[in-house]
């Protein structure tokens, strides 16, 4: 099965081609620089951004896997969460491809694709799991009992983690993105310097909040003001902060390993590129006796490889398939 599989639920526009389980492609367009200067992405240059890059980036994902269109079997695209007017362009241009090549077409879940994408060529391993889904928008723990079975148990209530690293980096006047940016320099920063809040980390429950983490930041910036010229407590700021953060998504992500009495632990979403989460997971699951499966850097962030690997997975398993005349579905809840 050769399938072309579509993302364009953000920011980045990603056209990829697989064929059975393996990668020939994956493209991807990036607009950090365009939204830089807005210090977060605006939605409707997104879709125009899409519009533009969509078909060089598909003919390049084409010439790049050897695959002339008239080969595909199938094809597939994000079909929510996301923004509204960027999901429309790549889920209806994947539409408008499967309708003339007469091919099945599969509307994915963003979430659910990051949530495989830590098994990727390794399907037939997949075993009971909790899965941290952790990126800008959303922040989710998941019971993954077996392929294309899983249980959400907790999610993001106000401010996800990679929200709160964007957003804690925008006021220490950070470039867009700042996650990067805090975690290269809190490499050299003391993480045990300022004492941050760790929002909901006793909490019964395995929901996320790092609003008040956010707004503690802010608090702390607006009594601290000299420390913007001091470039050493700039660096202790930035390890102070990510500490709180990973330490809240490591500790709950094995609370819920425990609880629910599974030996491995997955981890996916862009915030999982984060040196420091990598680290503390791989040190929490050794000690507690986990097997730990991160996704490759390379498939944290949006792509559209992790899309039509799980479409490919959802036609083999002969999941009924959407019909041409589905809309997107921008507030789509992983069940």
Known sequence: MTLLAIETSCDETSVAI?????????????QT?????????????????????????????LHEAGILIGQLDAVAATQGPGLPNALLVGFKAAQTV??????????????????????????????????????????????MESELKHRVLGSTIDDAAGE??????????????????????????????FDFPRPLLNDASDDF???????????????????????QKIRDLCASVQTAIVEVLVKKTIRAARRNNVRCVTASGGVTCNRALRNELQRACEKNGFTLCLADKSLCTDNAAMIGILAERKLLQQVSLPSLDEEIKPGWVLA
């Not at 830089?36 to 125009?48: D, I, K, S």
């Not at 391993?125 to 998941?142: A, D, E, F, R």
């Not at 006021?171 to 050299?188: H, S, W």
């Open 209 to 231: 909040s790092f609003s008040g983490l956010k707004t503690s930041v802010r608090y702390f910036l607006r009594d601290n003001a000299a420390l913007f010229a001091d470039a």
């Open 164 to 193: 709160c690293f964007d957003k804690t980096g925008k006021m220490m006047g950070l470039n867009y993105p700042a996650g990067p940016e805090i975690d290269k320099l809190a490499e050299q920063g003391n993480p045990a310097a």
């Open 98 to 143: 499967a309708f003339a090549l007469q091919k099945p077409f599969v509307g994915i879940n963003h979430h659910e694709a990051h949530l495989y994408s830590p098994w990727i060529n390794e399907f037939e391993k997949i075993q009971p799991n909790i899965s941290l889904i952790v990126s800008g928008g959303h922040t989710m723990l998941v019971l």
């Open 33 to 61: 620089k365009l939204h830089a200067e807005y210090g977060g992405v605006v939605p409707e240059l997104a879709a125009r951004e899409h519009l533009r890059n969509l078909i060089p980036v598909a003919k390049s994902a």
């Open 18 to 30: 697989v064929r059975d389980g393996k990668i020939l492609s994956n493209v991807v367009s990036s």
